[in-house]
């Protein structure tokens, strides 16, 4: 009983411990070795065609055709709200323990929509917030917001904002976590503008493909590592 008790907290704290050092060195290093992850653009590793395939799988798309599926199209906050929950739920990523006052103004019109009550359970759980008491649903989601959603899913944190732009500290950390969209390419400090650009729908499905990999890969060495002791 012991042993099991044992085995069972040491898991547990390397799954922790990697998680929370999700795209620091450390964890680079931690992954080294898988083949994927090892390219510096390792988000572009699966084709559009994979990404499309990948959340039809999952439950979160009708459709499997990449045409279908309309992948250069924008996303707005509202449709989106629904996925990210979805996504954080079926893949773990969901923390309810965030749960805050989350009444938005301008959601009346969405009362009789499942969209509605996916936009409350989004801000529950961290991943969305309003401003000053508004959602914004109409408002077609930016590659900033994309990146700030992605990471509180994998950090279970809100960073900072920063003051040329609200998504940079996102977009940084994006970077040191090696998950680099080529959009995004010429971003710096002081080149912020396409942080406020929609991005297109295979591009966010891009950004939760990726999360949920690392995740399996981080487990799945944390029980090897265990494994080999």
């Given amino acids: ?28 290093d931690f992954v080294a070795d898988d083949e994927r992850i090892a390219k510096e653009s390792w988000l572009d590793y699966s084709s559009d065609q994979n990404i499309v395939t990948y959340l ?42 965030w749960s805050k006052n989350c009444s938005f103004k301008d959601i009346w019109a969405y009362k009789n929509s499942d969209l509605g009550a996916f936009m409350i359970k989004a ?10 008491g508004y959602f914004n649903p109409w408002g077609n989601l930016t590659y900033g917001e994309a990146l700030a959603v992605t990471l509180r899913m994998i950090d279970k944190v809100k960073l900072p904002e920063t003051w040329s732009h609200w998504a940079l500290s996102s977009f940084n950390k994006a970077k040191d976590y090696n998950m ?10 002081s080149n912020t503008s396409m942080l406020n650009q929609p991005i297109s729908r295979i591009d966010m499905g891009r950004l939760l493909e990726g999360a949920d990999y690392k995740k399996n890969v981080v487990d799945k060495k944390a029980k090897e590592f265990v494994q080999s002791l």
Wanted: with cysteine.
């Fill in 1 to 28: 009983m012991m042993n099991k008790k044992f085995w069972g907290l040491l898991v547990g704290g390397l799954v922790m411990l990697t998680g929370s050092a999700f795209a620091t060195n450390s964890f680079l």
């Fill in 56 to 97: 039809n799988k999952l439950g979160m798309t009708k459709f499997d055709r990449l045409n279908d599926f309309m992948p250069h199209k924008n996303i707005t906050r509202a449709e989106v709200s629904k996925f990210f929950v979805n996504f954080a739920e079926k893949k773990g990523f969901a923390n309810y323990e």
């Fill in 123 to 132: 801000c529950m759980l961290g991943l969305f917030n309003g401003h000053k």
């Fill in 180 to 189: 680099n969209l080529r959009q995004l390419k010429w971003v710096t400090d």
